[in-house]
């Protein structure tokens, strides 16, 4: 049962994904690319499950879990950052008559 | 406390899909990233409640060096140069999902086959988008010169896919894997996503990072279901989806099946392409100055060359010099101008320019037959003709802006040579155009100073 549960999330979640972008006009192609990859950055949190989870006086779980929460964090915290940056450049209106 | 932490997390993936649905459109594209950011924040927050949480000061300090180091870094990064940033970072997504699997194993904490088989599909697909997403940026950053074919490439990829699942296959089968098996496996996928990456160069660059956006995210979701985390699992597998179809999109903007992209390449001029003769014109900045301003309709294609330059202030000063002047300007964007699709919007954007005044390739082609002049600022292979005429040529079939068919083309570019993927193009050898030679941001300076001089 528990796996079928997760089969109806991976179905729902692919066609949500799917759906999402499908209406998306190019010039929001590269910041919806660094968007969803900031989405992946939620990777951070399955590593500090798996570090939280690891054998203090194993030094070599330590190590991976080190080295996974380290990535996962650079993941979200730079995918925030460059894809807020791209974004801040779309407003809704540009402004008129803007000197330099 | 549990409910606690699972409430949250489903809040998260309600967030981050509400928030990936607002970035479809520009006018809510900000509250996406920002509405992101906070089910970011609140999911990583309620983490540390989890029950039994150990090593939380070491988790700390991965946290703050990692997440400090990429925020800085993000924010300092000249904009021409976020492609290879999106690149990095996802390739740490697809590393932290390969290093949860793998510790995972060595806690020996992987029970059953199906999450065998997805930790280890999880690892395999991590490894690959970490090593090739860091190749991908070596060669946007300028540290890895171009592509690199072995002889039999595709055969080596063969042979060490197979080997990679061979092992997978065993790993699965084994029940409980061998430390030596797992180590060996994650070289081979590692060693798998250089090999795979390196052959790939130019216009192609863009395709294979939305490719490997795709794998990290699927990467991300399998190691969720092993555990047992539906947030990582959501995000995970609606990444998956979204990036495939991006990269679809991405592939059918250049004509280049994904297939293709990976199993061959464009390397190099020597593949193909007739040799074009003819001479190529040279035009001063006075030249190119005066036939704007008193042309009726004016239409800039920029290209990365003008990114790389910097220029594309000084291209929208100049824009709205010749509009002030009374010429009908407009700027058209190929699909995958500069190193990603729509990257070159978003340099256009911060420079000011509004979007009523960027058009789509679809939108803008038919115009070029009645336009006075076209502009090329630092692009070459979306506007070579080749494309459109010569079958032998590697970019044949791929959509291109129609420049050739405007009244008179200039193209500025910074010196003889080919463009990126290296093909001669016949465009710069024809009848109606003129080179004007330099870096865009000089180039482009001259020709305001010229066309100020024109008004008096």
């Known amino acids: ?100 | 406390m549990t409910v606690f932490i699972q409430a949250s997390y489903f809040a998260a993936a309600v967030l981050f899909i509400l928030g990936l649905k607002a970035m479809a459109s520009p006018v809510t594209a900000r509250r996406g990233i920002q509405w992101g950011g906070i089910g970011m924040v609140l999911a990583t927050l309620v983490t540390f409640a989890t029950p039994g949480m150990q090593n939380v000061g070491l988790m700390l300090v991965a946290i703050v060096l990692g997440g400090g180091l990429a925020a800085y870094l993000g924010r300092v990064v000249r904009m021409t140069d976020m492609p290879q940033m999106v690149a990095i970072y996802n390739g740490m997504g697809g590393g932290a999902a390969a290093a949860i699997a793998a510790l995972e194993f060595a806690r020996g904490h992987v029970h059953g086959t199906t999450a065998t088989i997805l930790a280890v599909l999880g690892a395999l697909i991590g490894s690959v988008a970490f090593s090739g997403s860091c190749v991908a940026f070596a060669k946007l950053q300028g540290l890895m010169k171009k592509a690199f074919r072995l002889p039999a490439q595709n055969a080596v990829n063969l042979a060490l896919a197979l080997a990679v699942l061979g092992l997978a296959i065993r790993i699965v089968a084994g029940g409980f894997p061998l430390g030596s098996d797992l180590i060996v496996f994650f070289v081979l996928s590692l060693v798998l996503g250089v090999v795979l990456t390196t052959p790939i160069g130019g216009a192609d660059m863009p395709v294979v990072i939305s490719l490997l956006n795709a794998f990290t995210g699927l990467a991300v979701g399998f190691e969720g279901y092993v555990l047992g985390n539906p947030a990582l699992v959501i995000a995970g597998i609606v990444v998956g989806a979204s990036g495939t179809l991006l990269t679809q999109l991405m592939a059918k903007a250049m004509n280049r099946p994904i297939a293709n992209v990976i199993f061959t390449p464009i390397s190099g001029a020597a593949q193909g392409g007739a040799a074009v003769s003819g001479t190529m014109k040279e035009a001063s900045a006075m030249d190119a100055a005066a036939m704007m301003r008193f042309a009726q309709k004016v239409i800039i294609v920029p290209g990365y060359g003008m990114a790389v330059a910097g220029a594309q202030h000084k291209v929208w000063e100049m824009a709205r010099l010749l509009q002030e002047a009374g010429v009908e300007v407009k700027f058209a964007i190929h699909p995958v101008a500069g190193r990603m699709p729509g990257h070159m919007n978003v340099l256009l954007a911060e420079a000011g320019v509004p979007y009523e005044m960027i058009f789509d390739l679809e939108e803008i082609n038919e115009e070029f037959a009645t336009a006075d002049v076209a502009l090329v600022i630092g692009a070459n292979d979306v506007v070579n003709p080749a494309a459109r005429t010569d079958k032998s040529s590697p970019i044949y079939g791929m959509p291109i802006l129609n420049v050739d068919q405007a009244q008179n083309v200039i193209v500025n570019k910074r010196g003889k040579g080919a463009g990126y993927s290296g093909i001669e193009n016949a465009l710069f050898y024809g009848e109606n155009t003129r080179l004007l030679y330099g870096s865009a941001q000089q180039a482009i300076a001259d020709v305001i100073a010229d066309i100020k001089t024109l008004q008096g």
């Open chain 1, 1 to 100: 049962m528990d796996n079928l549960l997760y089969l109806y999330i991976f179905t729902l979640a692919a066609f949500t994904g799917y759906e999402v972008i499908s209406r998306v006009p190019v010039i929001l192609h590269t910041p919806l690319m660094s968007g969803s990859n900031f989405v992946h950055g939620v990777v951070l949190v399955g590593a500090m499950v798996a570090l939280g989870a690891a054998d203090a006086n194993d030094p070599l779980q330590l190590a991976i879990g080190f080295f996974a929460v380290f990535l996962g964090a650079a993941n979200a915290a730079g995918g925030y950052v460059v894809t807020e940056r791209m974004l801040a450049m779309f407003k809704p209106r540009a402004k008129a008559g803007d000197g330099k």
